[in-house]
T-cell receptor, first 116, second 122 residues
């Protein structure tokens, strides 16, 4: 079965410092990986995805993610955090098994708090 | 703005009642997915439709049903509501680049989410 884990419930970072939000995955076959962000009382916004190709993927709002096949990880990163980055972040994998419709399987989410 | 719309934004109802949640996908997207977000279960996939046909089912209760209409909008019907059904319900749509093999349907594109419907069952 496909699964995603986000080992940290919360990450605290000072504004201007680099941030990392961790994600590990378990899939059969090639992984199709995604990061989404959810602001309070809002829907999920797509940040970036890894389908194939370069291991470093660049996305929206200055975020990037590093795909590491040997460590089965897909960590989200940003070189310099902003207070406005404070939100709930979800890692997800696309379920490519037969008749699963390509649904997204989400991690439990990581609350990012960036303090001034 | 993702281009996916959901109505209503909020619903407050009583146990035993029935409600209908509505979703309009992005223009041109044929796939619609429904998800439930709750504190204890996190984000869980409920059901998927593609061009009017059900394609995949997840953790959807028998009291819940959905359909996708010819204009591609979708409705999620929740009946005999219980307190535990209180949650945020999201609809998402996805572009149609996909792998198909017979009845298998697997899309590898990102999904675009609507703002959600917050259901409160009292």
């Amino acid at each position: 079965a496909q699964s995603v884990a986000q080992p940290e419930d919360q990450v605290n970072v000072a504004e201007g410092n680099p941030l990392t939000v961790k994600c590990t995955y378990s899939v059969s076959g090639n992984p199709y990986l995604f990061w989404y962000v959810q602001y309070p009382n809002r829907g999920l916004q797509f940040l970036l995805k890894y389908i194939t190709g370069d291991n470093l993927v660049k996305g929206s709002y200055g975020f990037e993610a590093e795909f590491n096949k040997s460590q089965t990880s897909f960590h989200l990163k940003k070189p310099s955090a902003l207070v406005s980055d404070s939100a709930l972040y979800f890692c997800a994998v696309r379920d490519m098994e037969y008749n699963q419709g390509g649904k997204l399987i989400f991690g439990q989410g990581t609350e990012l708090s960036v303090k001034p | 703005d993702s281009g996916v719309t959901q109505t209503p934004k909020h619903l407050i109802t009583a146990t035993g009642q029935r409600v209908t949640l509505r979703c309009s996908p992005r223009s041109g997207d044929l796939s619609v997915y429904w998800y439930q977000q709750s504190l204890d279960q996190g984000l869980q996939f409920l059901i998927q439709y593609y061009n009017g046909e059900e394609r995949a089912k997840g953790n959807i209760l028998e009291r819940f049903s959905a359909q996708q209409f010819p204009d591609l909008h979708s409705e999620l019907n929740l009946s005999s509501l219980e307190l535990g059904d209180s949650a945020l319900y999201f609809c998402a749509s996805s572009p149609t680049n996909s792998k198909t093999s017979g009845r298998a349907f697997r899309s590898y594109n990102e999904q675009f989410f609507g703002p959600g419907t917050r259901l409160t069952v009292l």
